[in-house]
């Protein structure tokens, strides 16, 4: 009996030592992934930081009767919401808090809710709260690039446009640190004029809707690559963490299935020790 149980206890000891080091790999490999990641946000996030400025002061300029669809909206009572998920999974609760949140929020508002998704893993929960989706966007690159935002902003622009929807907002994982990140929903469009006050005049060239427009979209199609370079960021970070979690896991395990097969080992040598000298007694 005792060296059947040692069997399987050896067998479970191998199965969970591989299993730590693919854990451990795929940890380290979401590591590498974060540092990159968050090398091109922290790029994206000072140029977005500009954008923002020069587009705030410049709707603060604008002539109420100067505003075009992207300000004014349109009559339309549905909203579209771009879901910012992962293509792959192993990243904890990434995911399911995004499709939570998201699935609350439908379940508040008055709206009809249309549903662009980002990556795969949202496809799937979509699904299972049946939810309609407008598109689909998958295989997305470990670095979102601005024809990849370009695409589903056009899109969803296009939707906006049509009058089929009379809002845009994005579900995201706004990334703040390694061990914190945010769930934000954020509405692109219609914008909103803001109340701050122009700093010096601007002379806008051509005048009126072109330039306007050009300069909304401008600042739109940034947001949109911001939100998804956070994303991703919280995507790799979760990952780790997971990773991380699930080695530790697995050295507990370990530790614990080492002490029961040294404990049984240790008992049957006892026991054989103790049937040696009980045989050799009885000889005497």
């Known amino acids: 009996m005792a060296g059947a149980g040692l069997i399987d206890l050896k067998r479970r000891i191998k199965s969970v030592t591989n299993t730590r080091k693919i854990t451990k790999a795929m940890g380290l ?7 990159k990641i968050r ?24 002539e109420p009767d100067e505003g075009n669809i992207y300000l004014k909206g349109n009559d339309s009572k549905k909203t579209l919401y771009i879901l910012m998920s992962s293509d792959t999974g192993l990243c904890g609760g990434y995911n399911t808090n ?20 980002v990556g795969q893993k949202g496809i799937s929960y979509m699904k299972k709260y049946g939810i309609e989706t407008a598109a689909e966007y998958v295989q997305i690159g470990d670095v979102p690039t601005a024809k990849e935002s370009r695409i589903i902003y056009e899109h969803a622009l296009r939707l906006f446009k049509e009058g089929e929807v009379g809002e845009v907002k994005v579900v995201y994982t706004e990334f703040l640190s390694s061990i914190k990140q945010e769930i934000k929903i954020k509405k692109i469009l219609p914008l909103e004029k803001t109340e701050i006050e122009s700093e010096g005049e601007y002379l806008i060239e051509p005048r009126g809707r072109e330039a306007l427009e050009e300069v909304l979209n401008v600042y739109s199609k940034s947001a949109v690559l911001n939100m998804m370079l956070n994303a991703k960021c919280c995507e790799f970070s979760s990952r780790m963490t997971a990773m991380d979690n699930a080695s530790s896991n697995a050295n507990e395990l370990l530790d614990s299935l080492n002490t029961k097969y040294n404990r049984i080992r240790q008992s049957a040598i006892t026991q054989e020790i103790t049937e040696i000298v009980s045989g050799a007694e009885a000889q005497k």
């Open 29 to 35: 490999v979401a590591t590498s992934r974060l540092r």
């Open 98 to 117: 995004l499709a939570i949140k998201l699935y609350d929020e439908i379940q508040k508002s008055d709206n009809e809710a249309l549903v662009m998704v």
């Open 39 to 62: 090398a091109a946000l922290d790029v994206n996030n000072k140029y977005f930081e500009s954008v923002t400025m020069v587009t705030e002061q410049i709707l603060s300029a604008v």
